[in-house]
């Protein structure tokens, strides 16, 4: 008898996403960075078609996109984003091993239309000709305009996953592949067929599940005992004939209230395979987690409505990874899922009333082991799925695995984070301790509760500029129809910094906006009795009303949900004896917080104010954390020991709450 176990994973071999700690938010503060550190030569650019040989920074738009060859997909990021990073939120796998350092050396890709400086890193891998040629280190290369990005096929197999917010970590996945050549049996050696492959693995204590002893028998007798044994934890699922080692995959979910994404993982490499993303499909019940748990309370057939639309949810983008990565639904053994305890709880079936009401009470904080087929998923029959844990009724899953990929309990920097959306979660961190919270901020991020606001989707106004006129970033490159929660972030602070807003909130009086801004005072206007701000006309001649505007009562929605998270972040602060000036680094997670201007979040008081270095944009971390989880059993047991590491703050139950909100509702000065 011979056995074959996975390749071991050493722990020296490990690498990370280059999003650090301490990730640059602006292009023009990479290009500064960078310089300072040495590691940028002076702007000597490769032309390649695009007619711009200079270091440019990103235009009115406020994005920039990457097109990555062969892929042949397109994706829209900030600037200040190293190719490296983009390429792995978004699937696209890039070799490294060195965690973004350039170090390595192996992140080789080749710009082939647009710019990119030459840094001393560059110089030191690549000849004349190659540099001449595009060719460029895909760490060190930052997204400061639109850029076509060929990614050689991967060379080597990585030990580690490049995924999370600066974190390390290391390949080592509850899903197990052992190919054994088993010994016949015979008169003299009568052991049962399990016994002869449990005898065969005797570094693990396993037990069978009924699947994988059903089709013991005929699997060992038509391989010849030559067979491969699929384990997850200490469960063995599956015996496969021959050698089928290689094929090893789980799916990871970020199951979000709005956008459900899934992605598919290689769990030999840690390599992305596909990523496919949707609405979720419970979004006619309402577009957040009160009104589906009212209609859960109003109709008694709506939960199992629910529960099928999010089950169809999650099995059209199975079906989709799938295809698009060309692996069969038998070769995923495990499912990992990120959610809000309302999202997880309808998915699961579970009555999620009691979760709308005071006092907020979750059915269980730590689910057992389920079945991918007990929700719907059409995969290996013995498929586990893993769910993460809760810290409270508003705190649930998807912030455990947002505070696993951002390693909020492993640093010892105070740090805070925040996801922001109509229920907005905060962790804060002085190094030592863990406290969390959630503040009631309303749909107005979303662009909900706005006379003219909107997802984001093309035609939303996502970034707003004032000086002698109004410039506008709008996505899909289309005319505005509305206004998203990046756009009303953005417009509100612009307002605030020329003056157009006094810092209680108010228009200033149309004589004093003619003084202090002459070419935007004509925008300040009415439509009824109500005063808004004129952000697009579609025609010169068209009526205020017809208009994309900015009105009083929209910005006074903003005052309220960004006075709801500073007033949380202020009292967690209080709670931990931490002065807000002494915390360190601000990760704004989620896809809005990916969007969300650094500077006009600070302007507006969502945020300490701090350098704007240090509010770093973590994006989607909690699909993150559902990718470490299959990657590595080391991180699902950190999911499973924040519940005891950190300490749920509910600030409905305070009295001083109201007070301290109304002390958050007007502009810093």
Not at 295 to 312: F, H, I, N, V, W
Request: glycine share 10%; hydrophobic share 40%.
């Amino acid at each position: 008898m011979t056995q074959r176990p996975d390749s071991p994973s050493d722990p020296a071999e490990t690498t990370r996403s280059t999003t650090g700690p301490d990730a640059p938010v602006t292009a023009d503060a990479v290009v500064a960075g960078l310089r300072r550190e040495g590691l940028l030569d002076p702007p000597v650019a490769h032309e390649s078609g695009s007619g711009a040989g200079e270091f440019a920074t990103v235009d009115g738009t406020g994005r920039v996109t990457l097109a990555f060859r062969p892929a042949g997909r397109e994706h829209r990021v900030p600037p200040g984003v190293s190719v490296f990073d983009a390429a792995s939120w978004n699937g696209i796998a890039i070799d490294s091993t060195c965690g973004g350092h350039g170090t390595c050396r192996k992140c080789k890709v080749r710009i082939t239309r647009g710019s990119a400086p030459i840094t001393s890193h560059d110089r030191r891998t690549f000849t004349e000709p190659e540099l001449a040629g595009g060719w460029r280190l895909a760490c060190l290369v930052t997204a400061t305009r639109d850029l076509d990005v060929e990614v050689p096929p991967l060379v080597t197999r990585p030990k580690a996953a490049t995924v999370g917010v600066g974190r390390q970590v290391i390949l080592r996945p509850a899903v197990q592949k052992r190919y054994l050549e088993l010994d016949e049996p015979h008169l003299g050696d009568q052991r049962t067929d399990l016994r002869r492959v449990l005898d065969a693995i005797d570094d693990l204590d396993l037990h069978p599940d009924l699947y994988a002893l059903r089709r013991m028998p005929k699997v060992l007798r038509d391989n010849d005992f030559k067979v491969t044994a699929v384990i997850v934890d200490e469960t063995l699922i599956d015996v496969e004939g021959g050698d089928t080692t290689a094929l090893r995959h789980g799916l990871a979910v970020d199951l979000g209230t709005t956008t459900v994404v899934a992605t598919l993982l290689d769990l030999s490499t840690g390599t992305p395979c596909a990523v496919a993303s949707m609405l979720n499909r419970q979004q006619p019940f309402g577009g957040d987690v009160i009104t589906r748990i009212s209609a859960t309370m109003m109709d008694p057939e709506a939960a199992g409505r629910l529960q099928q639309a999010a089950a169809s949810t999650l099995a059209e983008l199975a079906a989709q990874v799938l295809e698009e990565a060309g692996v069969a639904a038998t070769n995923v053994y495990e499912v990992a899922i990120a959610g809000n305890a309302t999202m997880i709880a309808l998915l699961l079936g579970i009555d999620p009333e009691p979760l709308g009401v005071a006092p907020f009470i979750m059915t269980h904080d730590h689910f057992p082991v389920i079945h991918a087929s007990e929700i719907g998923l059409d995969l290996h029959p013995g498929a586990r799925v893993e769910l993460f844990p809760a810290l409270g009724a508003y705190v649930g899953g998807d912030i455990v695995a947002g505070m696993i990929a951002t390693g909020m309990d492993r640093d010892k920097r105070a740090r805070l984070f925040v996801d922001v959306g109509t229920n907005c979660e905060i962790v804060l961190s002085d190094g030592e301790r863990l406290v969390a919270t959630a503040a009631p901020a309303g749909p107005a991020f979303e662009g909900g509760a706005i006379r003219r606001g909107m997802r984001a989707a093309d035609g939303a106004i996502e970034v707003v500029k004032l000086g002698d006129d109004v410039e506008l970033g709008v996505i899909g490159g289309v005319e505005a129809v509305g206004l998203c929660g990046s756009g009303l972030v953005d417009a509100v602070a612009e307002l605030v910094r020329v003056g157009l807003l006094d810092h209680s909130g108010r228009f200033v009086p149309d004589e004093d906006a003619a003084g202090i801004a002459p070419t935007l005072a004509g925008r300040l206007t009415k439509v009824g009795q109500e005063r808004v701000f004129v952000l697009h006309r579609s025609t010169p001649d068209a009526p205020p009303e017809d208009c994309v505007y900015l009105s009083q009562r929209d910005i006074r929605e903003l005052q309220f949900a960004k006075a709801a998270i500073a007033t949380g972040w202020r009292l967690l602060c209080e709670e931990i004896g931490l002065d807000p000036a002494d915390i360190q680094q601000v990760l704004l997670a989620g896809s809005f917080g990916s969007y969300l201007s650094p500077a006009a979040a600070i302007r507006i008081g969502l945020v300490p104010t701090l350098s704007v270095l240090r509010i770093v944009s973590a994006g989607n971390v909690a699909g993150e954390g559902a990718k470490m989880v299959l990657l590595s059993s080391r991180e699902r047991a950190g999911a499973d020991a924040l519940l005891e590491e950190v300490q749920y703050v509910e600030l409905s139950d305070r009295a001083d709450f109201n007070d301290r909100f109304v002390e958050q509702l007007a502009f810093p000065g």
